[in-house]
């Protein structure tokens, strides 16, 4: 679904993303793990297309991505949670999803302005649509909350809802269970594995709680200063020496074993 082939990111002289190849499989959740400042982050940027890298191709369903946009991403199917969530404060739960469909409303200006039948139709197919997901995030008893005012832990999954309701191919997570509590991180996990099936979609998952990662991941790729130092399953991952040194550690490699 998604290639990366041979991507260089620099800023300045200092090199962000390096040579860099990998690609993501539909319907898995794929990880993305390494140590802080090794280029995870300016990895998904490139992919959203906030970043143009000097060198590679990013190839996503048979586009080339590195010729569109920001705004163009999101109609190829690309959604994204954001490592410090990204919501309008002052708009309720439920309208902050509803902001997720409007890509696909075929509504314009005039349309909305006198509330014509085509903008009344998105908006129910938008409400029952959010409302779908966040009974699936068991947010419907703070649906009419103002964002602004939630826990932080509750603006991630906000910040979750919304991208789930684009109706994405490939959703990126970057670090949703920052921040949360212990209990959040465990009722995440589940969450999030039950995403491809439920909603048709390849994860790429970025998150620093190993065990998050490594229980809900069927493929992880670590980078350490922009480049890939391993890929493989888990269970291969957790037992990589050249992880361990660079990432891991002794102490909590012997832990996830």
């Not at 040579?19 to 995870?40: H, R």
């Not at 439920?94 to 890509?103: A, E, I, R, S």
Request: contains cysteine; aromatic residues 6%; negative net charge.
């Amino acid at each position: 679904m998604l290639e990366l082939d041979g991507i260089s990111l620099s800023f300045g002289g200092v090199e962000a993303v390096d040579n860099l190849s990998f690609e993501i499989p539909d319907g898995q959740i794929t990880a993305l793990i390494g140590p802080n400042g090794a280029g995870k982050t300016s990895i998904l940027n490139i992919i959203s297309r906030f970043y143009t890298p000097q060198h590679g191709t990013v190839t996503f369903d048979g586009h080339d991505l590195l010729k569109l946009g920001p705004s163009q991403i999101i109609d190829l199917g690309i959604a994204r949670s954001f490592q410090n969530v990204a919501l309008f404060k002052e708009l309720s739960v439920v309208d902050n999803l509803k902001v997720g469909t409007d890509h696909r409303s075929k509504a314009g200006l005039f349309s909305n302005m006198f509330r014509l039948p085509r903008a009344g139709k998105h908006e129910r197919e938008a409400r029952e649509e959010a409302e779908s997901v966040l009974g699936f995030l068991d947010l419907e008893s703070i649906a009419t909350k103002r964002a602004g005012d939630l826990s932080f832990g509750h603006q991630k999954l906000v910040d979750l809802g919304r991208a789930l309701v684009s109706h994405p191919k490939l959703l990126l997570l970057d670090e949703p269970a920052a921040g949360t509590s212990e209990g959040l991180k465990v009722w995440l996990a589940e969450k999030i594995k039950e995403i491809p099936e439920k909603f048709g979609c390849a994860v790429l998952l970025i998150d620093h709680n190993m065990v998050l990662v490594l229980g809900v991941s069927e493929k992880v790729i670590v980078v350490d200063f922009g480049s890939k130092i391993a890929q493989g399953a888990p269970e291969e991952i957790r037992r990589d020496p050249v992880v361990i040194g660079a990432y891991l550690g002794e102490e909590s490699a012997t832990e996830l074993n």
